[in-house]
């Protein structure tokens, strides 16, 4: 009752907000509030062949985000966002601050994403399509850590020869620094870096890595910790042909969980995964005062855990449209239909259907 009563005050005074809106704008730095809300309804058609077709929720509407972000800036050297999740009762408000002495470099500390993968560094409200990729199961995600950045600008305006990215981040395995810490006495400490380049408005590559610390149970009494390393990379294009554009690329990263090397467990090997995706998507400016834009696009992806054992992956096909409405797109409606396709014939291939509506103010 108490979750549904703050979206509603959060729905409420959306209505009433403009986009960015400004509190403050001094010689010393300026505040803004805005805020976003996405609302979903998911329908399973599961296989046949399911036999838990049963437990499989149907017709399901539910609140995916709903958050405040208080973001600003202390004098030209310093940014920062202050971002608040209604939904999540236990978390911290999330807190992510950069300070910028000169215009190549910038070191970012608090809630940050780890930069492993292109796709985890887009924003949840601009992603292509409703879910992230299957890839992104085996991604770090955000964690409380230190993050230095270098950028060599490149010729043309929006370009970049180099833009390299290292961190430091807490694994929130420990008590730490981290918000959920707890399992253990001591905070673990992982490690990113990326590397990327944009030579040309709208062509991006790079490579990225990671190392870090995952745990394991034994009979559920004794905790035990190995190490995970990944790399990978991708690629995306983006060029534009008067009012419509294109978006098409993907990515790909593989890696290893280091079970051999647990104290707790024997007899167990490493495992190794991989995982990819790739997408295309058109886009369409409209420009009316109801429908600025509309976006038709597909991705193909897949994940498997386990490399090393056959026919244990998984894979989908997805379609889907993104609807932008009024020019600020404050509206977006996303409508997409993912095809499961698992590499076992015997494994149910549950489609989904997704329809999303997005508020930003």
Known sequence: MRK???VLVVLMLATVATADVEVLNTGWGDLSITSC???????????????????????DFDFRRVFFDLKGSITEYWDFLVRVDV??????PKFYATFKPVDMFSLHFGRLQTPFSFETQVSGTALEFVETSLMSGINPGAK?????????????????YLNLKLGLFDNDRGTGFGYQGGLNEESI???AASVASMPIPGLIFGGYFYMGNDYQYDSGTEQ???????Y?????????????DLKVGGEYAMGTHGFAEMENIDGVDDVSWNGYYGMLMVGFNIGSDFLDRIEIGGAYEGLDLDADTDDNGQAA????????????HHAKLQLDYQMGMPEHEDTPKNDVFIAQLQLMF
């Open 4 to 6: 549904s009563l703050l």
């Open 37 to 59: 809300v996405q609302f979903r309804f998911t329908e399973v058609f599961p296989d046949d062949r399911d036999d838990d077709t049963d437990d499989i929720a149907t017709g």
């Open 87 to 92: 939904l999540n009762d236990n978390d911290l």
């Open 144 to 160: 409380d850590g230190l993050m230095a950045e270098l950028t060599l600008p490149g010729n043309q305006a929006g370009t970049f």
């Open 189 to 191: 400490i992982d490690y």
């Open 224 to 230: 035990d910790f190995f190490n995970t390393m990944a």
């Open 232 to 244: 990978g990379g991708g690629a995306f294009y983006n060029p534009s042909f008067g009012e419509i």
């Open 317 to 328: 096909v997805t379609i889907g449209t993104n609807l932008y409405f009024s020019e600020a």
